[in-house]
């Protein structure tokens, strides 16, 4: 089935420092997603990315679908001690039996030191 | 945030019992999906339902079953529990006109099977 590598696994970072993550994938998706995840809830959807190359902004993060349709980055710009938490991509392919589906990457821990 | 709630958010159960999980949702989505999340695996398809009595197998539905015989309510039962089914359970919901891709996700149901 199709899988998605997000990198890196996880991050340590000084506050005001930016961030990269990305996810790449052997396969072609429709929609990129991205979502964050604070301790002890569900994940909360951050940016949604509709067509290629598209570059969209939500606050401090900035999300972009690559050209190729088979990856995306997130980045975060200045961070804070709230952004602490775990980032996941996800990609929809709505397509045969895929459709009503996401696949997620592994996830990206960021932790931000004061 | 979406109207959704999962009920029970923690229990503890033996090996051998049945457990059924319920998400609630009050925003008249279409779609609804049981996932578990657990360490180095991210979140994973359980089953879903694309409407009243409508589901269908994600990628990790072996020991669970579904049900779905209102719009608002999304069960999710484990029919004898096992160890390998301790883990977070999360639901989600999605509905966007033109396509299930913007899920959005309950705050969680923490399972332990002793």
């Known amino acids: 089935g199709q899988q998605l590598n997000q990198s890196p696994q996880s991050m340590f970072i000084q506050e005001g420092e930016d961030v990269s993550m990305n996810c790449t994938s052997s396969?072609?998706?429709?929609?990129w997603l991205w979502y964050k995840q604070d301790p002890g809830e569900g994940p909360v959807l951050l940016i949604a990315?509709?067509?290629?190359?598209e570059l969209t902004s939500n606050g401090r993060l900035t999300a972009q679908f690559g050209i190729t349709r088979k990856d995306s980055f997130l980045n975060i710009s200045a961070s804070i001690p709230s952004d602490v938490g775990i980032y996941f991509c996800a990609g929809y392919n709505a397509g045969g039996t895929s459709y009503g589906k996401l696949t997620f990457g592994q996830g990206t821990i960021l932790t931000v030191h004061p | 945030d979406a109207g959704i709630t999962q009920s029970p958010r923690h229990k503890v159960t033996e090996t051998g019992t049945p457990v059924t999980l319920r998400c609630h949702q009050t925003e008249n989505h279409r779609y609804m999906y049981w996932y578990r999340q657990d360490p180095g695996h991210g979140l994973r398809l359980i089953h879903y339902s694309y409407g009243v009595k409508d589901t269908d197998k994600g990628e990790v539905s072996d020991g669970y079953s579904v049900s779905r015989s209102k719009t608002e309510d999304f069960l999710l039962t484990l029919e004898s529990a096992t160890s390998s089914q301790t883990s977070v359970y999360f639901c989600a919901i999605s509905g966007t006109v033109g396509g299930p891709y913007e899920q959005y996700f309950g705050p969680g149901t923490r399972l332990t099977v002793t």
């Open positions: 990315l509709y067509k290629a190359g």
């Open positions: 396969s072609i998706f429709n929609t």
